[in-house]
């Protein structure tokens, strides 16, 4: 070994160092294309745990989140809304795609999707044989039959004016399977109930508006105006269609009005019952927006505000929300023509008081019948 060292020094130390370069090129190489795949991969991981985990929570405030997982075709099925959080995340993790079996979560797609949920109960026929002058889209509850009752039997008569078609509509998520069977039973009966697959709860209220205006939108795009109010609201329909709405027409291109709040703040304080976190809605000042016991406006700007919906992010104020779309679209709300005509309070009751208003809040079913045929009887006797 000695004499060959001797002799062919320079070709053994270029051997030794061709070998280390190569050795260098290879680990380089081997190294520059795996770590980069195992970052990927772990954050890969890390976007499915938080999809799974924001679809998860969507789980605890919808019945039904996600498109294709248990959801019923009528509501003669058995409607659960109890909250499957573990068969639903055995579902996000054994999803079919293609016919095999992905380790995957739902999509950002479905999630940010303020209108995945079904129509449980429809009402597709309502606008087909004329156009309503007026949609009265009224948020309840099932429990809420009485005021229902009373409301078909006062101002949300659909032959409240003759000439005029008005069509209301009562607008409900989902609860108990006996509610539901009952719902099914006052539908056949009224045909004025709308209800969606959501969990029937107060910070779903966004959902139960957006449900109606897209109901407008989908069947009764050409409808002159819509109000959407609440049961526990008097409204004085008669005042509404004959002073407001008639000198409007035609009505002009996007019209929004009711009883217009500007400068609110956010409730801050977790105690209250419209608490929004700052990680929620940061502004310090709501937009203007109209209270959603009661608000009206051109039928044409329900499809603006669903398409706006797409965009804006989910905030369980409804009222609140809509003005949001309302913004994202451009487009602003004006100003009752009088101050007292919409009010979030309860009104004192007089014939001539009411009947110069559209809406008093905080009325019981006994109230709205009273007061419903004790204006009939007496609004003669006031002054226009």
Known sequence: MTRYRRYFPIPW????????????????GIYLFFI????????????????????????ERFAYPVKGYNKPETAKENISVRSNVSSFRQYLLNRKVGGRTVNVAPFASELNDTQPFRFVINER???????????????????EKQHREAIRKTWGNESVIPGIKVVRLFMLGVNNKEQNEAL?????????????????????????????LKWVATYCGVANFVMKTDTDVFVNTEYLIQRLLKPLMPPSQYYFTGYLVRNAQPHRNNDSKWYVPKEVYSA???????????????????????????????????DIYVAHCLDQEGIDMVPPPYNYLFNIYKVPFSPCTYNRLITSHGIYPNEQITYWETLQNNKHMCGQ
Do not use: W
Request: glycine share 4%; net charge positive.
């Open 13 to 28: 130390r270029c051997s030794k160092m061709c070998i280390f370069l190569i050795g260098s090129f290879c680990f380089l």
């Open 36 to 59: 980069p795949m195992t970052f990927n991969y772990f954050a890969v991981l890390a976007k499915i745990k938080v999809k799974e985990n924001a679809v998860l929570s969507l789980m």
């Open 125 to 143: 026929d309502k606008c087909n044989e004329k156009t309503p002058f007026l949609i009265l889209l009224i948020a309840t509850k099932a429990v």
């Open 184 to 212: 099914l039973r006052e539908s056949s009966q009224y045909h004025d109930i709308i209800q969606q697959d959501f969990l029937d709860t107060y910070k779903n209220l966004t959902l139960k508006t957006l449900m109606g």
């Open 284 to 318: 310090e000042h709501y937009p203007d927006f109209c209270s959603g016991t009661g608000y009206v406006f051109s039928g044409n700007l329900a499809a603006k505000i669903v398409n706006a919906s797409l965009k804006v992010k989910y905030i369980y104020l409804e």
